[in-house]
């Protein structure tokens, strides 16, 4: 998985609750993403970061935020999380924008 | 808007057959269209990556073409395999749009014994 760890792989958390996953390369890739994968859906963005604090919205947004303070850790925040928030989350790395993107093997979130 | 249609939608065949998969994108300006492999429960493989300038590109038993004049691309699979059973993306991506790239819905290839 072109050495990118996501944890935890699974969590189960109710309703309201704050909810962190991280990702972590050791590719020293300037951009770092993070997708949800939904069934009916295709992978859709929702931050990306091509740098060290900077990051930038994807089209799923809401209620998620991020934080990238050192190159190998892109972090995602769902503050209060909802039950519209259960998915498949994914993070990719890339050398440089629209380059060849590699992903991890996600994270299974189910907001209860 | 930037969209990314493939089809069939799903698609089942023998093992040893091959097949083709599509892809038609409105993307522009164009700078790559990407296909990946994704095994249930697991990330995106890449397959192959195509600029502007290739209109053919192979991965083993993978081959893909483009046509960047009618915005289309297709995936064949030579002499299929139990393992190539799996969800098959096409992603595009544009010179100007900056990190997000447009990805299709994937169709979900079955093959059978």
């Known amino acids: 998985d072109a050495g990118i760890t996501q944890s935890p792989r699974h969590k189960v958390t109710e309703t309201g609750t704050p909810v962190t996953l991280r990702c972590h390369q050791t590719?020293?890739?300037?951009?770092m993403y993070w997708y949800r994968q939904d069934p009916g859906h295709g992978l859709r963005l929702i931050h990306y970061?091509?740098?060290?604090?900077?990051?930038d919205k994807g089209e799923v947004s809401d209620g998620y935020s991020v934080s990238r303070s050192k190159t190998e850790d892109f972090l995602l925040t769902l503050e209060s999380a909802t039950s519209s928030q259960t998915s498949v989350y994914f993070c990719?790395?890339?050398?440089?924008?629209?380059?060849?993107?590699?992903f991890g093997p996600g994270t299974r979130l189910t907001v209860t | 808007k930037n969209q990314v249609e493939q089809s069939p939608q799903s698609l089942i065949i023998l093992e040893g057959k091959n097949c083709t998969l599509q892809c038609n994108y409105t993307v522009s300006p164009f700078s790559n269209l990407r296909w990946y492999k994704q095994d249930t429960g697991r990330g995106p493989v890449s397959l192959t990556i195509?600029?502007?300038?290739?209109n053919t590109k192979s991965n083993g038993r993978y081959t893909a073409t483009l046509d960047a004049d009618t915005k289309q691309s297709s995936l064949h699979i030579t002499a299929s395999q139990l393992s190539d059973s799996a969800s098959y993306i096409c992603v595009v991506s544009a010179a100007t749009n900056a990190g997000k790239s447009t990805f299709g819905d994937g169709t979900t290839l079955t093959v059978k014994p």
């Open positions: 990719a790395i890339a050398t440089g924008d629209s380059y060849e993107q590699y």
């Open positions: 590719e020293n890739h300037r951009y």
């Open positions: 195509m600029t502007f300038s290739e």
């Open positions: 970061s091509y740098g060290v604090k900077d990051t």
